[in-house]
Structure formats: C-alpha cells, structure tokens
C-alpha cells in the first residue's frame, strides 16, 4: 500500500491573488514580487500615509527563503503559522522513514525487553514499527486547519468535528512519539 502524505512547501511568495487582468490585487502582487512596488487599490484618502510603498522585491525574498531553508530547515516565512510548517515536514518524513527505514527500536512496543520471547519476532515488531510510523504521519497531514467541509446550512456542525477529530489525533501523536522521538532515525 502506497501512500503520500507529502505536501510541498512553497518556494515562491507569488500567486496570492486570482490570476485575472481586470484583478487590481493580482498586479499588485505582480508588482510587489517583480520590482518591490506595492500599492493599494482601495486606497483612503483619510489614511496619511502614501499609497506606494517601495521594497525587497519578492523574486528576492524567495530566493533568501529557499537559501535559508537550504541551511537551517526552515525560513522566516515559515515561523508565521510554525506548527503547519511542522506538521507538513513531520508528515512527509515520518512517511519517508517508514517506507526506508532499516531497523526498529531495541524496546518497542514499548516496556518490552529486547530479547523478550514475547517480542522475540524482529519482522512482527518492525511491521508494527512501520504502522505506527504511517499512523502518526498521517496524523501529522492531517492538518486542522485544512478541514473544507462547507455545510453553513447545519452551522458547521461536521467542519467543527472533522477539525476537532484531526486535532485530537494529532494530540495522540505528540503523546505517542515522545518516548521514541530518539529513535527516529533510519
């Protein structure tokens, strides 16, 4: 069984707005990314300030994200929602590491001893290791906010229970990862 709970990170700041010539948002962004010009369309005159505003062109900005990614694993643009960075990184890895990995922790499940006759059966164990590892990558993709269940006509009722459920796996996950955090490796 093959699965795929990867999902990419972006490596451009642009394409935030609807991609059409009469969309004074899309230039903008057009604008902002290419030359580091941004204004604003619906500009009050009561507001002091200017309606333009000069500055690192976005082209700019993504190549520094992707440089910085590169390096330390994650870039400033990251930081603005951390746990979906995280949560998308844990996914893809945590799948990765079970369809590589190579070996299973000495003591798991856990409080068995290694050379327990219980536990004695390395390929039980490991395919346990592997379905533990898929379990908790999918709890990782997941992601709460992700949830697109529109059903304003019953008051969100199934939105608010899928976001609740995804939640608590992801709560269980956290729990149950701890004590092998250490023995994630391939």
Same mark, same amino acid.
């Given at each position: &069984?093959?699965?795929?709970?990867?999902?990419?990170?972006?490596?451009?700041?642009?394409?935030?707005?609807?991609?059409?010539?009469?969309?004074? %948002?899309?230039?903008?962004?057009?604008?902002?990314? @290419?030359?580091?010009?941004?204004? %604003?369309?619906?500009?009050?005159?009561?507001?002091? =300030?200017?309606?333009?505003?000069?500055?690192? *062109?976005?082209?700019? @900005?993504?190549?520094?994200?992707?440089?910085?990614?590169?390096?330390?694993?994650?870039?400033?643009? =990251?930081?603005?929602?951390?746990?979906?960075?995280?949560?998308?990184?844990? +996914?893809?890895?945590?799948?990765?590491?079970?369809?590589?990995?190579?070996?299973?922790?000495?003591?798991?499940?856990?409080?068995? +001893? *290694? &050379?327990?006759?219980?536990?004695?059966?390395?390929?039980?164990?490991?395919?346990?290791?592997?379905?533990?590892?898929?379990?908790?990558?999918?709890?990782?993709?997941?992601?709460?906010? =992700?949830?697109?269940?529109? =059903?304003? &006509?019953?008051?969100?009722? +199934?939105?608010?229970?899928?976001?609740?459920?995804?939640?608590?796996?992801?709560?269980? +996950?956290?729990?149950?990862?701890? *004590?092998?955090?250490?023995?994630?490796?391939?």
């Amino acid at each position: &069984m093959v699965t795929n709970y990867r999902k990419s990170l972006s490596y451009t700041s642009f394409g935030g707005s609807c991609p059409r010539l009469d969309n004074p %948002y899309f230039w903008n962004d057009l604008s902002r990314w @290419s030359v580091g010009l941004t204004w %604003y369309p619906n500009y009050s005159a009561e507001v002091g =300030d200017s309606r333009f505003r000069w500055g690192v *062109p976005g082209w700019v @900005s993504d190549i520094y994200c992707f440089w910085h990614r590169g390096r330390y694993g994650w870039c400033y643009r =990251d930081t603005w929602s951390l746990d979906y960075y995280l949560n998308k990184v844990l +996914a893809g890895s945590l799948e990765h590491l079970a369809q590589h990995g190579h070996g299973v922790p000495a003591v798991f499940p856990e409080g068995a +001893a *290694p &050379m327990d006759e219980q536990h004695s059966d390395v390929d039980a164990r490991f395919k346990l290791w592997h379905a533990k590892l898929l379990e908790w990558a999918k709890a990782f993709s997941e992601d709460p906010s =992700d949830v697109e269940i529109f =059903d304003s &006509m019953d008051g969100y009722k +199934a939105h608010h229970a899928e976001e609740e459920r995804r939640r608590e796996a992801l709560h269980k +996950a956290l729990k149950e990862i701890e *004590p092998w955090f250490e023995a994630l490796w391939d």
